[in-house]
């Protein structure tokens, strides 16, 4: 089935320790989304990738970078990952940009911080 | 900012009953959709209902737009212990960039 997976599941990292989420999909969506989701509260959008060009919410940290080297790859860089950086991060795909078609979310990782 | 408030925050049901939950927002949307979250889990589409659409249904889900009162209603008919989970309504602003404004959800639980 075509579908978004992330991995690890699961992440723990010490405080200041760079780390990176992985996110892969097979449905050949070209934009790619990472949220940041914490307990009992809404998924916030740090950044999309429209095919290439990159968007990035004013809000977003400068700890938090992202990659996309292909159409099926995303990657989330938090370079010194503070207490607060502690929650579930989600990937997200969608076929065009305009917001008129469904996002398809992978399972998250579970980022824990030391 | 927020875009979506929900209402209720959470819900308590038995199965078998219906389940109600309410979205307001704040601008113009191109549409609103509806996800739902098992905890630990992604996010799963349910329905996209346009801006220039009043009802929507799939299967036991119905969902109400009305763009006079920017509000979204999401109803699940016959509720089953297996529909317990969070409920989020999520818009998609007029003129976008494909970007979605999520709500705080609804927690639902529906009790066998």
């Known amino acids: 089935d075509a579908m978004v997976i992330q991995n690890p599941r699961y992440q723990v990292t010490q405080f200041g320790k760079p780390v990176t989420l992985s996110c892969s999909q097979t449905?050949?969506?070209?934009?790619m989304y990472w949220y940041q989701q914490k307990s009992s509260q809404a998924p916030k959008l740090l950044f999309h990738?429209?095919?290439?060009?990159?968007?990035n919410e004013a809000d977003t940290p400068d700890n938090f970078q992202s990659r996309r080297p292909n159409t099926s790859f995303c990657f989330l860089d938090i370079r010194s990952p503070g207490l607060g950086d502690a929650a579930m991060y989600l990937c997200?795909?969608?076929?065009?940009?305009?917001?008129?078609?469904?996002?398809?979310f992978g399972d998250g990782t579970r980022l824990s911080i030391l | 900012s927020q875009q979506g408030e929900e209402d209720p925050q959470a819900l308590s049901i038995q199965e078998g009953e219906n389940a109600t939950m309410n979205c307001s927002y704040k601008?113009?949307?191109?549409?609103l959709q509806w996800y739902r979250q098992n905890s630990g889990r992604g996010l799963v589409h349910l329905i996209l209902?346009?801006?220039?659409?009043r009802e929507k249904h799939s299967g036991r889900l119905r969902v109400t737009l009305d763009t006079s009162k920017k509000s979204s209603s999401l109803l699940i008919t016959a509720s089953r212990a297996a529909d317990t989970a969070s409920y989020f309504c999520?818009?998609?602003?007029?003129?976008?960039?494909?970007?979605?404004?999520f709500g705080q959800g609804t927690t639902l639980q529906v009790k066998p």
């Open positions: 999520a818009t998609a602003s007029s003129g976008n960039t494909g970007k979605l404004i």
């Open positions: 990738y429209y095919d290439k060009d990159f968007n």
């Open positions: 449905l050949n969506h070209n934009v």
């Open positions: 209902i346009r801006s220039n659409e």
């Open positions: 601008t113009s949307i191109n549409n």
């Open positions: 997200a795909t969608s076929r065009g940009g305009t917001g008129t078609q469904p996002q398809h």
